[in-house]
């Protein structure tokens, strides 16, 4: 079957350390995004990538990195800078390359700072 | 600035009671107006893309239609299994053709 998953489902982590979520895609896609979902908000864009080796900041890019080593996978890592890291993180995929068509999200992943 | 608005917020709805969703939107040029469904705990579902304003589309009990300024997402009949949260979504000129988002509409059937 194809899709996005994503892990681990759940992530928790001490104040001042560095996490990595994963991210993989089997649609072959081009395009890959990371988005941060708060109660009450809109999903906000972290990251995205059109194509392998390359990626953009989104809108609220402090704190957190990526790479995009493989067309496959898109892994994002919050760091200690990041000030308010308990969220649910979202990542999607697309065709890319220009094309307006719909993305696909993963089911997510709940970080909890202690 | 793109900007998507939805309302209402949250909405109550007695099983087979048919209502609307709305979801405004200011853009500089629509590329494509999406709405997706999502379960409490799990990543958006795609159910709708639209382009150009007077496109309709269906599925089930769901019909979406676009303006120049709004989109509805119309439910007729609803089952409780509708219950979620409904999510309207614009694409942007800049940032990859990547997603903004509206808040979204909590949506409640209860039998």
């Known amino acids: 079957d194809g899709g996005i998953t994503q892990s681990p489902k759940y992530l928790f982590r001490k104040e001042g350390q560095n996490v990595t979520l994963s991210c993989e895609q089997n649609l072959n896609h081009d395009a890959m995004y990371w988005y941060r979902q708060d109660p009450g908000q809109g999903l906000r864009l972290i990251y995205y990538?059109?194509?392998?080796?390359?990626?953009q900041k989104g809108d609220i890019a402090e704190g957190y990195s990526v790479s995009r080593e493989k067309k496959e996978s898109f892994p994002l890592t919050v760091t200690s800078a990041q000030k308010n890291p308990t969220a649910f993180y979202l990542c999607?995929?697309?065709?890319?390359?220009?094309?307006?068509?719909?993305?696909?999200f993963g089911p997510g992943t709940r970080l909890t700072v202690l | 600035e793109d900007q998507v608005t939805q309302s209402p917020e949250a909405l109550r709805l007695q099983e087979g009671e048919s209502s609307s969703l709305n979801c405004s939107y200011t853009?500089?040029?629509?590329?494509?107006l999406f709405w997706y469904r999502q379960d409490p705990g799990k990543g958006p579902e795609f159910l709708f893309t639209?382009?150009?304003a007077g496109e309709e589309k269906e599925k089930e009990r769901l019909k979406a239609t676009l303006t120049k300024k709004e989109s509805f997402l119309h439910i007729t009949a609803p089952k409780p299994e509708d219950s979620a949260t409904y999510l309207c979504?614009?694409?942007?000129?800049?940032?990859?053709?990547?997603?903004?988002f509206g808040k979204g509409t909590s949506l409640l059937v209860t039998p």
């Open positions: 990538s059109q194509i392998v080796n390359d990626f």
């Open positions: 853009v500089s040029g629509l590329r494509g």
């Open positions: 999607a995929s697309s065709i890319g390359l220009g094309k307006t068509d719909e993305q696909f």
């Open positions: 979504a614009v694409l942007r000129k800049d940032s990859g053709y990547a997603l903004n």
């Open positions: 639209l382009y150009s």
